[in-house]
């Protein structure tokens, strides 16, 4: 019983692998069917998750993983093509300090064996250390969401609601990005430093 679901970004035109769009179909159709229970009766009772987020790689993310290859390797496997694809930071609306966790993804990753090449910079090309120097955070867009989020109202005007097909169009970069991705759902835990 999810409160968070995540999936690929409605905008896959950088980087339109079949797969992904395919995920990102049935994540979409998954969350706006979940909670009606006329579908899918026999699956039990209805339940509906909160918050929908379209993980993205960041322009910011994308510049700084660019020249720290370019100053600690002396190349980049990002060449001009990655920059003339579109900047849609402006529709991000949640960041998360992973930088502590990197080694999880990294391993996700490299547990894929016929997919990603660890030899390969365009997914190694920095250590776990080294990208944590530079961009330790994973970007997200909150697609929708049935619960009060300052991103949401921070970021389109009306009533904050987002749709699939236009997450974020017409919003100004938000004031204050979430750093929680199950902000509006669950009380705040205070940070401890």
């Given at each position: 019983r999810p409160q968070v679901m995540i999936t690929y970004g409605d905008d896959q035109r950088g980087y339109p692998h079949?797969?992904?769009?395919?995920?990102?179909?049935?994540?979409?159709?998954?969350?706006?069917?979940?909670?009606?229970?006329?579908?899918?009766?026999?699956?039990?009772?209805?339940?509906?998750?909160?918050?929908?987020?379209?993980?993205?790689?960041s322009r910011a993310r994308l510049t700084a993983v660019h020249e720290a290859l370019i100053r600690l390797r002396g190349s980049s496997p990002y060449d001009e093509k990655w920059f003339e694809r579109p900047n849609l930071d402006a529709r991000i609306?949640?960041?998360?300090?992973?930088g502590d966790y990197l080694w999880a993804r990294s391993g996700a990753l490299r547990a894929h064996?016929?997919?990603?090449?660890?030899?390969?910079?365009?997914w190694f090309g920095l250590s776990d250390a080294e990208l944590a120097e530079v961009y330790p955070y994973e970007?997200?867009?909150?697609?929708?969401?049935?619960?009060?989020?300052r991103a949401v109202a921070s970021r389109v005007p009306g009533?904050?609601?987002?749709?699939?097909?236009?997450?974020?169009?017409?919003?100004?970069?938000?004031?204050?990005?979430?750093?929680?991705l199950f902000a509006g759902i669950r009380t705040p835990t205070p940070m401890v430093t």
């Open positions: 079949p797969d992904h769009l395919k995920v990102h179909e049935i994540s979409v159709l998954a969350f706006d069917r979940a909670g009606d229970d006329e579908w899918y009766p026999e699956a039990g009772a209805a339940w509906q998750p909160l918050k929908l987020y379209y993980s993205v790689w609306t949640t960041r998360l300090h992973v064996k016929t997919q990603v090449d660890e030899r390969e910079p365009f970007d997200w867009v909150l697609a929708r969401s049935l619960v009060p989020s009533d904050g609601a987002l749709t699939h097909s236009e997450p974020g169009d017409g919003a100004q970069p938000a004031a204050e990005l979430e750093d929680d």
